[in-house]
């Protein structure tokens, strides 16, 4: 198969093949493999700067995924690859057989460390790939203490990862950073790293159980989307001064709000220390980090990526699946290959509101998905009628919801009731008699009601005039209507 790289594939090629170490922080299916296969290729073939390379995995991906992915691509096929797997003298008889490539799991890593380190013998690998970095993100445990012992040796140190950061505290970064550079970034010490960024928080007399960002500490996101919105709370209650780049756009949540829905969340966030970038373009990042636009630099403790998401798919291809924005699904969740089914956020299904068949990367979305899909691999004939395009997203404690088209159609009719002083906006959209769309910022009552009357397509009559002059008349609708 013939590999393209996407520009952030591209991009992460070439770092690795001009930096000495890097951190390649990629979601799951994002091709974080082959993007490291291709620098080793090249660093062995075109730079001639690497001889021998190990790849430390889980058991199961050092097992099914590397020697594949090799055979899978037609770039890659000159790579020879031997897996150190099995009892003793199995990885033994495959450490003495030549190969390009050496994998490993996790377990059997610090066992080769002390078996090199007992023969007296110099180090044979000059390139070393860590494959999700589970295990090494404690300094105690024994994977990252045989990962120190043998780092001066290596010339290249690749660490892969989908989740550096899986409990959102960013101490599980030191390890994996100071195992790269010695301490150059981040500090020599995991204590004067925490000294420098976080302040104790939960504790028992001089027991420190958890730690928070010291205030002050500065971090950048660039991105302002519903995963910008959802991680901005938590920086924000850590006390760290954030800058939210909005983008080309210049509008905050674009996707799911109206320009005065947007103004309103800005104001809020501006008015809990929130700088909203909305002018500029990115450039770039350098080192410190630091990000640089068109109209100014800044200088970061911390540089955020919230870019949006995107269904991990990569791994299908050429399975016969159907791919479009996702793996493309009839009304009962089968995909195109037989007696396969699709469901939540990789799956692209049927709108609600529309009919078109798009990705909803929803909870409710993936609930329904897999409850349709499991009826239908049972044997019953349950089609879906489309999922319900909604967000319900806690901006640093000013709550909003969106639901169906609430944008609005054409020649349909919308109203709105604009609280500016006390954060509170209300829109409903209508298609005839109908309600289609709505969003609410600041008062979270009767959004049940809302979503009832949209996905019943209720026809609402004479109260469709009363709800275009009170929008918040919602609930008193839907208690007559129900009575009638």
């Not at 590397?66 to 003298?89: F, N, P, Y």
């Not at 008889?93 to 610090?110: K, M, P, Q, W």
């Not at 501006?270 to 640089?292: A, S, W, Y």
């Not at 089609?383 to 395009?389: A, Q, T, V």
């Amino acid at each position: 198969m013939r590999f393209e790289p996407r520009p952030y594939q591209q991009t992460a090629i070439t770092r690795m093949v001009e930096a000495p170490y890097q951190l390649l922080a990629l979601r799951m299916g994002a091709g974080k493999t082959v993007c490291a296969l291709t620098a080793v290729s090249e660093l062995m073939f075109d730079h001639f700067s690497v001889r021998k390379t190990l790849i430390v995995a889980p058991k199961r991906v050092a097992e099914l995924v590397w020697h594949t992915e090799v055979s899978k691509w037609d770039h890659l096929g000159h790579l020879t690859v031997q897996r150190v797997l099995g009892l003793a003298d199995e990885r033994l008889r495959a450490l003495n057989t030549a190969a390009d490539i050496y994998v490993i799991n996790r377990e059997n890593f610090t066992w080769l460390v002390d078996l090199i380190a007992s023969s007296k013998q110099p180090w044979p690998f000059d390139c070393l790939i860590v494959d999700e970095n589970r295990g090494f993100k404690d300094r105690s445990s024994k994977a990252w203490k045989a990962l120190k012992g043998i780092r001066k040796h290596l010339s290249k140190l690749f660490i892969l990862s989908g989740t550096p950061d899986p409990n959102g505290t960013l101490e599980e970064l030191w390890p994996q950073i100071s195992v790269m550079d010695s301490g150059q970034r981040l500090g020599k010490g995991l204590t004067a790293y925490r000294d420098r960024y976080y302040r104790p928080d939960k504790r028992n007399g001089h027991i420190v159980y958890s730690y928070k960002l010291k205030p002050g500490a500065r971090v950048v996101m660039l991105g302002a989307g519903f995963v910008a919105g959802v991680c901005m709370k938590s920086l924000v209650n850590s006390g760290a001064k954030l800058s939210v780049v909005a983008g080309r756009s210049g509008q905050i949540l674009r996707s799911m709000m109206t320009p005065v829905g947007s103004g309103m969340l800005q104001r809020w966030l501006e008015g809990r220390g929130v700088e909203v970038i909305t002018t500029g373009r990115t450039l770039g990042i350098e080192p410190g980090p630091r990000l640089v636009m068109d109209t100014r630099t800044i200088d970061a403790d911390l540089i955020i990526m919230a870019t949006g998401v995107h269904p991990n798919v990569s791994f299908l291809e050429g399975t016969g699946a159907e791919i479009r924005s996702g793996v493309v699904i009839d009304a009962h969740m089968r995909t195109t290959v037989p007696h396969i089914y699709a469901a939540g956020d990789v799956a692209q299904g049927r709108d609600f509101s529309t009919g078109e068949w798009v990705v909803h990367a929803l909870q409710p979305t993936a609930t329904e998905h897999g409850r349709i899909a499991a009826l239908n691999m049972l044997g019953k004939d349950v089609p879906y009628r489309g999922s319900l395009s909604m967000n319900v997203l806690d901006t640093v404690g000013l709550i909003s919801h969106t639901f169906g088209l609430w944008d609005g159609i054409p020649g349909g009719d919308h109203t709105e009731v604009v609280d500016e002083a006390n954060f509170i906006y209300t829109r409903l959209c209508f298609d005839g008699d109908q309600l289609i769309g709505a969003i609410t910022i600041g008062h979270p009552l009767h959004v049940g009601a809302i979503r009832g009357l949209i996905q019943s397509r209720r026809h609402l009559g004479a109260w469709k005039d009363q709800l275009m002059k009170n929008p918040h008349l919602v609930m008193d609708a839907v208690v007559e209507l129900n009575n009638a």
